[in-house]
């Protein structure tokens, strides 16, 4: 997790647990959603998330472990919104409509930000053999 006030991880020895994890879910919740989808894939029933800062803020070499969390792959799979259902329905989607071209081909997958409407939506662009030869050719 990443510490964004320098003393929260210290100062809330008592008050540890569910609190501070609601606070993390709420700067790092694509990270959360991220290990509980891996925990989810995995087959992982229990996640152990520990909190850590730093000793001194000055030196990135030495760390004290303020604590352990426990908590269940389903609890933060609920608590993130995540929908295991509309997940595998949306990689069904694209699964299907890369089988309906019928020929051996690169995609890439883009999701795409709704500038006019609040919707993102994914799109699958079919490209070319020679695009990413010309990527290789190109300098950094």
Same mark, same amino acid.
């Given at each position: 997790?990443?510490?964004?006030?320098?003393?929260?991880?210290?100062?809330?020895?008592?008050?540890?647990?569910?609190?501070?994890?609601?606070?993390?879910?709420?700067? $790092?919740?694509? *990270?959360?959603?991220? +290990? !509980? #989808?891996?925990?989810?894939?995995?087959?992982?029933? /229990?996640?152990?998330?520990?909190?850590?800062?730093?000793?001194?803020?000055?030196?990135?070499?030495?760390?004290?472990?303020?604590?352990?969390?426990?908590?269940?792959?389903?609890?933060?799979?609920?608590?993130? $919104?995540?929908? *295991?259902?509309?997940? +595998? !329905? #949306?990689?069904?989607?694209?699964?299907?409509?890369? /089988?309906?071209?019928?020929?051996?081909?690169?995609?890439?997958?883009?999701?795409?930000?709704?500038?006019?409407?609040?919707?993102?939506?994914?799109?699958?662009?079919?490209?070319?053999?020679?695009?990413?030869? $010309?990527?290789?050719?190109?300098?950094?």
């Amino acid at each position: 997790m990443n510490e964004f006030d320098k003393n929260s991880y210290l100062n809330k020895e008592s008050n540890f647990g569910a609190s501070l994890l609601k606070k993390e879910l709420q700067n $790092n919740h694509l *990270k959360l959603t991220k +290990w !509980g #989808i891996n925990c989810y894939l995995a087959g992982v029933n /229990k996640m152990k998330i520990a909190f850590v800062t730093r000793k001194n803020l000055k030196e990135n070499n030495e760390h004290l472990i303020s604590g352990f969390y426990d908590i269940n792959t389903s609890d933060i799979l609920k608590v993130t $919104n995540f929908n *295991k259902n509309i997940a +595998w !329905g #949306i990689l069904n989607e694209i699964i299907n409509a890369v /089988k309906r071209t019928k020929e051996d081909a690169t995609f890439i997958l883009m999701k795409t930000l709704g500038t006019t409407t609040a919707k993102s939506m994914l799109k699958l662009y079919k490209v070319p053999e020679s695009y990413f030869k $010309n990527l290789e050719n190109m300098d950094d």
